[in-house]
């Protein structure tokens, strides 16, 4: 158990839909970091989160959004649902965010029918 | 660019064997860090062993050992008396610059034989 949990665990919606992905770091850690994996694309950086700012963003959709809440939990918000988007969408956190070892979730499973 | 390259997709070994999984990477940066992650079929991510670039010691986690050659962008993961709880696939990841993002190879599905 790494310390960093992630709710759901599963997720079924429709095309179209929005669902929201939560997120609770490690006790004492400040970054956040969200990761997709999927079959055709591997498991890809998304974006990254320090102490409620926003640090490091990579391959995400516009369609897709994050926050880092004062008592430093995140969500990953996934609107206008594709087919494409399903995905197992890993959260990970570390202390302060450079040059550390992050620890993962257990992941959020999203199928988008 | 940074990119990670694991050209073995599948390996397998013989319970109590050994086994090398390879991976080579390219970055731009000086201070980086390398790491093993192993994903089983729960599909949980767990640290296996990590490097940081600045050390020529080759880090070691008990069964689990690194060759890290810098000049070369080598690392490869050497996992000694094989157990069936190793079987998993097996990712390598460099994070450096001015963030903490990983970036990951596609990874090397290894299987233990009985």
């Known amino acids: 158990d790494s310390g960093v949990t992630q709710t759901p665990k599963h997720l079924i919606t429709a095309t179209g839909q929005r669902v929201t992905l939560r997120c609770s770091p490690r006790s004492g850690d400040l970054s956040v970091y969200w990761y997709q994996q999927s079959l055709d694309q591997g498991l890809q950086f998304l974006i990254q989160?320090?102490?409620?700012?926003?640090?490091a963003k990579g391959n995400i959709l516009e369609r897709f959004s994050a926050q880092q809440f004062p008592d430093l939990h995140s969500e990953l918000n996934l609107s206008s649902l594709e087919l494409g988007d399903s995905a197992l969408y890993f959260c990970?956190?570390?202390?302060?965010?450079?040059?550390?070892?992050?620890?993962f979730g257990p992941g959020t499973r999203l199928l988008v029918l | 660019a940074q990119t990670v390259t694991q050209s073995q997709p599948e390996m397998s070994v013989q319970e109590a064997e050994t086994v090398t999984l390879s991976c080579t990477y390219d970055t731009s940066e000086s201070d980086y860090y390398l790491f093993w992650y192993k994903q089983p079929p729960s599909r949980q991510m767990i640290l296996v062993i990590r490097?940081?670039?600045?050390?020529?010691q080759n880090a070691t986690e008990n069964r689990f050992s690194v060759n890290f050659q810098k000049a070369a962008k080598s690392f490869s993961l050497k996992i000694s008396d094989s157990q069936l709880g190793d079987a998993a696939m097996y990712f390598c990841?460099?994070?450096?610059?001015?963030?903490?993002?990983?970036?990951f190879g596609t990874g090397t599905l290894l299987a233990v034989q009985p």
């Open positions: 989160y320090y102490n409620g700012e926003e640090r």
């Open positions: 490097q940081e670039a600045y050390k020529q």
């Open positions: 990970a956190s570390s202390l302060a965010g450079y040059q550390e070892t992050q620890y």
């Open positions: 990841a460099h994070s450096g610059g001015a963030t903490n993002k990983l970036i």
